[in-house]
């Protein structure tokens, strides 16, 4: 075997002996407390609809019923859901937390979320504003939050230690097979995540767990009456979990006929069949037909349907298949409300190894010549297609598609993918310590998620010195905005120009200079020619994570502000960066002040250039070559007309081309002289009417620069020549031709004729 090939194998045999169920709980439990220590509350899909749910039964209100509200502090499209999570959870909050009235009042939405730019990975994740840390022990609704959250992620205990017995059922001598499958439920990141929030998702990957692994049981070892009822309560719970668990039971119940117990008779198979088919429906079938009456369909599909989010018209099947691969995705990692993600390549990686995982799956059922086995492989992979096959109906008809839809299928997927790679390492290795790849690789990736990718998302902004922020990138400033903060540094991309289209980051830094009780968002835009505004940015301060409400006076603090520019932004242009504060309920400015108290006019604070994808060079009717301050050349120029009545307009364009980015912004001058060298007249200016200046040019850069020269109404008769320079307006600096210190002008071939 090559060398590679033997340290893999060894490292992942170390890791393989050193796991058993016990640590993989263990491991399990330590990072769901994590992620649910770190993510605030309420910062996971839905989790204040389904702790409103919690919070009607803990005060007494019983089940959610009709009519439907769409608040925030009502269960809304949750109110249909089976109660088993549910009710589980309010026993225990009803005896750690049974107070939760501040419910509302921590249910304020961040009005910059969500917000869509390229570059804005790390940008605003929390849908509700959080004044202050969650500290522990908590209280009210917090504590009682983290208590429905444990309660889950029990339940996500559960569905580990389902895939374990239900992998040691289907092949009793291969403790490591069913090890691997265990870690691959307990230690893909997403399931951690939503096994440490509020939710019925890890629940149903339990129940469903328990129903799969007591179908095998059955399958493997025969019909008794004692395996009948606990198939039938498993199915039973398994539907009170989550309604799309419905659909485990028609498939256990035809296994459980077809293959369960070869010595017994089909018919006692089918009177046992029916025995736990009656059972799960003795214990959930008041419950479906609760919701029928209530809601009108028997699965509560129609509330989802009144959602801001239920499609007007159903995708075709092709539209919405071609969605999984986003619901993958969030299947492998999607945290927050699906909006806090891994780089690309972590997605490739982990859809490869599942691929492999299940082609070694199928190889595994084709080489297999177990029967009950290969039933079993049957059994898991139609599971796992139902839920597939739920999900494209689902995106049918809602705009989520959700990779967590696919966890009443854990167990399933963490099996078929164990057995496949252990089959692929056994095939191709040799070496079935290879199947510790996937569970490691996952593991890995929990680790790093919850320090790189999750605290990061929601972590408070580093508090700052003074003299720190000196240290900071960009140029010093001093506005202040009312009585809530001051901008004390900007910093601005210089270095590489954003492109129309692009989304460029700004380096502000800040001094809080009061708490506000009412939220303040910061307005970043960027204004253009006749004042269009082509990129506009709002947010809280500190992208989200620290509201002007929980601002300390005197601290400092900083914040990099994405803003997408417009597609067809004008470029290469010369834009003016405006930096405000402002309410967002009335749409009103706080007024800016300069540092002696006198109110500035504008909020403008620096300017940015909008570069093309490619300059290009236009045609030139007279072509020059002149060289000034070795870092502009005047390569051209156009004029019309060249014979001029007095009182009458010369329209003159001018060349230039930058040899390097210029040092700083430099005026031209335009004279047209007499015969005694006296100006005429003339057309100074910045170029490209000042909205252009020389220190935004590229190297290379050629830039058109027109201007228009009065002629005196009293000019006399004559031939007048035309003088061109460039000069430093804040010391009247001329910069010379050519290298030549004494020549600072040059003289246009074509002269002016006036008439």
């Keep these: 075997q090559p060398q590679w090939s033997r340290q893999v194998s060894r490292f992942t045999l170390h890791v393989s002996r050193f796991l058993n169920i016990q640590t993989v709980l263990a491991l399990f439990i330590v990072l769901g407390v994590a992620y649910s220590l770190i993510t605030p509350i309420f910062e996971t899909p839905d989790?204040?609809?389904?702790?409103?749910?919690?919070?009607?039964?803990?005060?007494?209100?019983?089940?959610?019923?009709?009519?439907?509200?769409?608040?925030?502090?009502?269960?809304?499209?949750?109110?249909?859901?089976?109660?088993?999570?549910?009710?589980?959870?309010?026993?225990?909050?009803?005896?750690?937390?049974?107070?939760?009235?501040?419910?509302?009042?921590?249910?304020?939405?961040?009005?910059?979320?969500?917000?869509?730019?390229?570059?804005?990975?790390?940008?605003?994740?929390?849908?509700?504003?959080?004044?202050?840390p969650e500290a522990f022990p908590?209280?009210?609704?917090?504590?009682?939050?983290?208590?429905a959250r444990l309660v889950a992620l029990l339940f996500g205990a559960i569905a580990v230690a389902a895939t374990y017995g239900l992998g040691r059922e289907l092949l009793p001598d291969r403790r490591d097979m069913a090890l691997a499958a265990a870690s691959i439920v307990a230690f893909t990141p997403q399931f951690i995540f939503i096994s440490a929030a509020a939710s019925n998702d890890s629940a149903s990957a339990a129940m469903c767990g328990l129903a799969l692994w007591a179908t095998v049981r059955?399958?493997?070892?025969?019909?008794?009456?004692?395996?009948?009822?606990?198939?039938?309560?498993?199915?039973?719970?398994?539907?009170?979990?989550?309604?799309?668990?419905?659909?485990?039971?028609?498939?256990?119940?035809?296994?459980?006929?077809?293959?369960?117990?070869?010595?017994?008779?089909?018919?006692?198979?089918?009177?046992?069949a029916a025995l736990a088919s009656g059972v799960a429906v003795l214990i959930a079938g008041a419950w479906y037909l609760r919701s029928y009456l209530l809601f009108g369909d028997v699965?509560?599909?129609?509330?989802?349907?009144?959602?801001?989010?239920?499609?007007?018209?159903?995708?075709?099947?092709?539209?919405?298949?071609?969605?999984?691969?986003?619901?993958?995705?969030?299947?492998?990692?999607?945290?927050?409300?699906?909006?806090?993600?891994?780089?690309?390549?972590?997605?490739?990686?982990?859809?490869?190894?599942?691929?492999?995982?299940?082609?070694?799956?199928?190889?595994?059922?084709?080489?297999?010549?177990?029967?009950?086995?290969?039933?079993?492989?049957?059994?898991?992979?139609?599971?796992?297609?139902?839920?597939?096959?739920?999900l494209i109906r689902w995106v049918q008809l809602l705009n989520a598609a959700l990779g967590r839809l696919m966890f009443p299928a854990m167990a399933a997927i963490g099996l078929l993918l164990a057995i496949g790679?252990?089959?692929?390492?056994?095939?191709?290795?040799?070496?079935?310590?290879?199947?510790?790849?996937?569970?490691?690789?996952?593991?890995?990736?929990s680790v790093v998620s919850v320090l790189a990718i999750l605290t990061p998302a929601y972590a408070r902004p580093s508090l700052l010195t003074e003299a720190q922020v000196e240290q900071q990138p960009g140029r010093p400033t001093d506005v202040r905005y009312g009585n809530v903060a001051r901008l004390v540094r900007v910093d601005v991309p210089r270095s590489d120009w954003p492109q129309p289209g692009g989304a460029p980051g700004f380096h502000l830094c800040w001094q809080?200079?009061?708490?506000?009780?009412?939220?303040?968002?910061?307005?970043?835009?960027?204004?253009?020619?006749?004042?269009?505004?082509?990129?506009?940015r709002r947010t809280l301060p500190c992208l989200g994570s620290y509201p002007t409400s929980a601002a300390q006076p005197g601290v400092y603090f900083c914040d990099t502000l994405h803003v997408t520019i417009e597609d067809d932004a004008a470029a290469p242009a010369v834009y003016k960066v405006e930096v405000a504060f402002f309410?967002?309920?009335?749409?009103?400015?706080?007024?800016?002040?300069?540092?002696?108290?006198?109110?500035?006019?504008?909020?403008?604070?620096?300017?940015?250039?909008?570069?093309?994808?490619?300059?290009?060079?236009?045609?030139?009717?007279?072509?020059?070559?002149?060289?000034?301050?070795?870092?502009?050349?005047?390569?051209?120029?156009a004029?019309?007309?060249?014979?001029?009545?007095?009182?009458?307009?010369?329209?003159?364009?001018?060349?230039?081309?930058?040899?390097?980015?210029?040092?700083?912004?430099?005026?031209?001058?335009?004279?047209?002289?007499?015969a005694a060298n006296t100006n005429l007249a003339q057309a100074d200016g910045m170029p490209k009417s000042a909205t252009y200046p020389t220190s935004y040019w590229d190297a290379g850069e050629v830039v058109t620069d027109d201007r228009v020269i009065d002629i005196p109404a009293a000019a006399a008769p004559g031939t007048y020549p035309i003088v061109i320079g460039l000069y430093d307006a804040t010391n009247d600096q001329r910069l010379p031709v050519d290298g030549d210190p004494n020549t600072t002008e040059i003289k246009l071939l074509t002269p002016v004729e006036v008439r």
Excluded at 243 to 251: T, V
Excluded at 308 to 318: D, E
């Design 47 to 132: 989790e204040m609809r389904h702790f409103a749910y919690i919070k009607s039964l803990v005060d007494g209100q019983g089940f959610p019923g009709t009519p439907i509200e769409l608040t925030d502090t009502s269960p809304a499209q949750e109110s249909s859901q089976p109660p088993l999570y549910y009710v589980t959870a309010a026993l225990f909050v009803r005896v750690f937390t049974p107070n939760t009235g501040d419910f509302a009042a921590l249910l304020q939405r961040n009005p910059a979320f969500p917000y869509i730019a390229a570059e804005s990975e790390d940008d605003n994740k929390n849908v509700f504003i959080h004044v202050a």
């Design 138 to 147: 908590y209280d009210g609704t917090t504590r009682a939050v983290h208590v």
């Design 218 to 272: 059955v399958a493997q070892r025969g019909f008794t009456l004692r395996r009948a009822l606990v198939l039938g309560g498993a199915l039973g719970l398994a539907a009170l979990s989550k309604a799309s668990a419905i659909g485990l039971a028609p498939l256990s119940i035809l296994l459980v006929i077809i293959v369960g117990g070869q010595a017994e008779s089909l018919w006692r198979r089918i009177r046992l």
């Design 299 to 390: 699965l509560g599909t129609n509330l989802h349907l009144l959602m801001p989010w239920a499609r007007p018209q159903p995708l075709s099947i092709g539209s919405a298949i071609s969605q999984l691969p986003g619901a993958a995705q969030s299947f492998w990692l999607a945290f927050g409300w699906g909006n806090i993600i891994a780089p690309d390549w972590v997605y490739l990686v982990l859809d490869a190894l599942a691929i492999a995982g299940l082609l070694g799956a199928i190889w595994f059922f084709i080489r297999s010549r177990d029967r009950h086995q290969r039933w079993a492989v049957v059994l898991l992979t139609a599971w796992l297609l139902v839920i597939v096959a739920a």
């Design 421 to 445: 790679w252990t089959e692929l390492s056994a095939s191709i290795t040799r070496r079935r310590a290879f199947a510790a790849v996937l569970p490691v690789v996952l593991l890995a990736l």
């Design 512 to 536: 809080a200079l009061s708490a506000n009780s009412h939220e303040l968002l910061v307005l970043l835009q960027l204004v253009g020619a006749e004042n269009r505004v082509v990129a506009t």
């Design 583 to 637: 309410d967002n309920d009335t749409q009103q400015r706080l007024p800016a002040y300069a540092p002696d108290g006198s109110q500035l006019g504008s909020d403008f604070v620096d300017a940015i250039k909008i570069a093309p994808p490619a300059y290009v060079t236009p045609p030139i009717e007279n072509v020059l070559s002149y060289r000034l301050g070795g870092q502009i050349d005047l390569i051209g120029y």
């Design 639 to 674: 004029i019309e007309p060249a014979r001029i009545d007095r009182g009458g307009q010369v329209h003159l364009r001018l060349y230039w081309r930058a040899e390097r980015r210029p040092d700083a912004d430099y005026t031209v001058f335009v004279h047209l002289r007499d």
